[in-house]
């Protein structure tokens, strides 16, 4: 945070990638990608590489864990060791994979209908294996496919993204370089009939223009990645739901 001054990150309107401000990386979707599973999807989100695996409903174990009332939702996000160059092949559970997993389960205990599934758990495995920047909000994109591929009944999709600030000017999905030199960084989930948020963290300074001005950038980023979302899962059933490992 806080950007060298020798770095910069916005010239001329264009990033060091190439992007416009408000331009998204390349989002490809896959699912179904995993057979053993009830649903899965594979997503490329620019330089991120992530698998999710969704199983469930079923038994809630350990049962003293269920609940009578609704299923038990439980989410493990995790890094691979070789996952980015900062890890240095240390592997296991972290403060980061902890929180991550506790803020990706609860944006989707707001929309998954938990209450039809009485005892039961439902279970979402997220694996980082390559981390670009972003990678919570690619998990919670790729997580909705696969529950919609597991046919979990969710009350919306959800997509998300995050949106920052960038030599004090406001940019859309950051990539890593971004979130680690950039002013701000604020990863936003979105239901995407109703537009609700899901989950919003931030840090930085910002001010209730910028963020509002931020907000609207990630609803029409939102509504991209969403149409993305549903390609994958048409795609899927109109090959009759065989698993397919092609773009
Ligand atoms: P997000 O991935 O949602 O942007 P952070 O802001 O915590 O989450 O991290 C930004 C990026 O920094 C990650 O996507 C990843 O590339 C890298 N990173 C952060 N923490 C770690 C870690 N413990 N090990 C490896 N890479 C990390």
């Not at 223009?209 to 950038?217: F, K, S, V, Y």
């Amino acid at each position: 945070m806080g950007g060298s001054k020798n770095t910069k990150l916005v010239i001329d309107g264009k990033r060091v990638d190439g992007r416009t401000t408000d331009e998204l990386r390349d989002i490809k979707i896959v699912t179904g990608v995993i057979p053993a599973a009830d649903g899965s999807a594979f997503i490329e989100w620019g330089g991120n590489k992530i698998l999710c695996g969704v199983y469930g409903p079923r038994e809630c174990i350990p049962r003293h864990g269920a609940s009578p009332y609704k299923a038990t939702l439980k989410c493990r996000y995790m890094m691979s060791p070789f996952s980015s160059l900062e890890e240095h092949g240390r592997s296991g559970p972290s403060r980061r994979s902890t929180e991550l997993s506790k803020v990706i389960r609860e944006a989707f205990e707001n929309v998954i209908i938990l209450e039809r599934f009485p005892n039961a758990q439902i279970e979402i495995y997220l694996d980082v294996l390559q981390a670009d920047g972003g990678t919570r909000t690619a998990s919670l994109t790729a997580a909705t496919v696969a529950l919609a591929n597991a046919g979990i009944p969710m009350r919306d999709m959800v997509a998300a993204v995050a949106v920052g600030k960038a030599d004090d000017i406001l940019v859309l999905d950051l990539d890593k370089g971004e979130d680690n030199l950039g002013q701000s960084d604020m990863p936003v989930a979105m239901s995407m009939r109703d537009k609700k948020l899901l989950l919003i963290q931030m840090d930085g300074l910002l001010t209730r223009e910028e963020i509002a001005e931020m907000l609207d950038m990630v609803e029409n980023g939102c509504n991209k990645i969403n149409t993305i979302q549903v390609d994958a899962l048409r795609k899927h059933y109109e090959n009759n739901g065989e698993d397919n490992f092609t773009w």
